[in-house]
Antibody, heavy 122, light 107 residues
Framework: QVQLVQSGAEVKKPGASVKVSCRTS????????LHWVRQAPGEGLEWLGW????????KYAQRFEGRVTMTADTSISTAYMHLHRLRSDDTAVYFC???????????????WGQGTLVTVSS | EIVMTQSPATLSVSPGETATLSCRAN??????LAWYQQKPGQAPRLLIY???TRATGVSARFSGSGSGTEFTLTISSLQSEDSAVYHC?????????FGGGTKVEIK
């Protein structure tokens, strides 16, 4: 079955960067956009952006523009989310999720990674 | 951006009863709405897309309805395993946005 397996928990200091990976299997990696969604402790879900694994083109939520980089390595069916200049309010569980295209040409998510806890603390 | 508001924040329901969850958008979405179930320590799980279509493998006890700005998730014959947080998500316009979630507790 479709699997998305993420890298392990990270602890970072404010101002540092973190890179989270999402290794996929059991489906054609380049056929589906990979999205990143985060969830701060006790909070709701927040969409960060997507990567098109076929072209390598990303699209970021405006509030993360300039601070996030999303990439994909098709040779190992893995997507990456790199968040820079970390702040304490970036502490959250980060999920990757496979996007399905709705009729309006935007996405909902049918398979999710298990999540990666990123803690930002001095 | 489109703001999604879910109510109530917490819903306490007895086993066997029906839970009705609401999701409201501040702009029309047509039917571009999904519902997810999230249990503690787990990733969200897709339940409903296009406002009313159940995802593969989802129990018929879950049903979605609505269009435009008002949407409802109904869970009938509530079971203990339904205890979770339920999130709605709009995919009508960029950026994709979620509601704040409704926690369903079993009495």
């Amino acid at each position: 079955q479709v699997q998305l397996v993420q890298s392990g928990a990270e602890v970072k200091k404010p101002g540092a960067s973190v890179k989270v990976s999402c290794r996929t299997s059991q489906y054609p990696f380049t056929d589906y956009y990979l999205h990143w969604v985060r969830q701060a402790p006790g909070e709701g879900l927040e969409w960060l952006g997507w990567i098109n694994p076929n072209t390598g083109d990303p699209k970021y939520a405006q509030r993360f523009e300039g601070r996030v980089t999303m990439t994909a390595d098709t040779s190992i069916s893995t997507a990456y989310m790199h968040l820079h200049r970390l702040r304490s309010d970036d502490t959250a569980v980060y999920f990757c999720a496979r996007g399905l295209l709705g009729s309006t040409n935007w996405y909902y998510f049918d398979h999710w990674g298990q999540g990666t806890l990123v803690t930002v603390s001095s | 951006e489109i703001v999604m508001t879910q109510s109530p924040a917490t819903l306490s329901v007895s086993p066997g009863e029906t839970a009705t969850l609401s999701c409201r958008a501040n702009h029309g979405l047509s039917s571009s709405l999904a519902w997810y179930q999230q249990k503690p320590g787990q990733a969200p799980r897709l339940l409903i897309y296009d406002a009313s279509t159940r995802a593969t493998g989802v129990s018929a006890r879950f049903s979605g309805s609505g269009s435009g700005t008002e949407f409802t998730l109904t869970i009938s014959s509530l079971q203990s395993e339904d205890s979770a947080v339920y999130h709605c998500q709009q995919y009508n316009k960029w950026p994709l946005t979620f509601g704040g979630g409704t926690k369903v507790e079993i009495k």
